[in-house]
């Protein structure tokens, strides 16, 4: 199943309350869940390039989906295709899908405890462990600088720590609220809360994912 949202209310048909929006559209769960199988596959199966981060670039996305049925509707925008089908350990980094499980230069215990952080964050991505959580998964100062430089992790702020490919799907979640939002609808839409979302929303702002207004509201700005 799959329509767009827009055309759904002009013809008054009501959309199944899972249904998965991808930009303006409307997906089936279990249609989204396959394309998401098809990705990790394809980023999975990516040959290895030297001095190229591993994975497959964003717009190999819809061509790792070709043949899928239903068809990817050619309208959906890439960035909110990856806001939906990129999942951990997946990520979206330096412009590239990539499996955070495979990150480069990593020791062993490291890599592992990355594994751990992106399991515990796969049902709340934006939900970032306090310290204390981070220590028992294995990720101390030392291991979390480490995991940093190798991109395997998104330092928000101090104390703040996610996947790295947070702001995509900050961007993705907030694109479809309606604009401008506040503080209090971001944090919302996003799940979390205030000590994630404001250093968030403050990221966003300088990498001018966002804008903010004078009144504090901000917009998603246009890719």
């Not at 996305?61 to 295709?81: F, M, N, Q, S």
Request: contains cysteine; proline residues 10%.
């Amino acid at each position: 199943m799959s329509f767009q949202a827009r055309n759904s209310r002009a013809i008054g048909a009501e959309a199944p309350s899972d249904a998965v929006r991808v930009g303006a559209w409307l997906f089936d769960p279990a249609v989204v869940s396959a394309w998401q199988s098809v990705l990790a596959a394809a980023v999975a199966a990516a040959r290895p390039v030297a001095g190229i981060e591993p994975g497959i670039p964003l717009d190999g996305v819809r061509a790792a989906l070709r043949g899928c049925e239903p068809p990817l509707p050619a309208e959906v925008p890439d960035d909110a295709l990856a806001g939906a089908l990129v999942r951990p350990p997946l990520a979206v980094r330096a412009g590239r899908v990539v499996d955070t499980r495979q990150a480069q230069d990593l020791p062993a215990p490291v890599a592992a405890a990355v594994r751990a952080l992106a399991d515990e964050l796969g049902p709340d991505p934006f939900a970032a462990p306090p310290a204390d959580r981070l220590a028992a998964l294995g990720l101390g100062r030392r291991e979390l600088a480490a995991a940093e430089r190798a991109g395997a992790v998104l330092r928000v702020a101090d104390g703040v720590v996610l996947l790295p490919d947070a702001v995509d799907r900050a961007r993705a979640v907030l694109a479809v609220l309606p604009q401008p939002f506040t503080t209090s609808e971001a944090r919302q839409a996003l799940g979390t809360s205030r000590r994630v979302a404001i250093p968030l929303l403050e990221m966003l702002d300088r990498r001018h994912v966002t804008t903010r207004l004078p009144d504090d509201r901000r917009t998603v700005q246009r890719p």
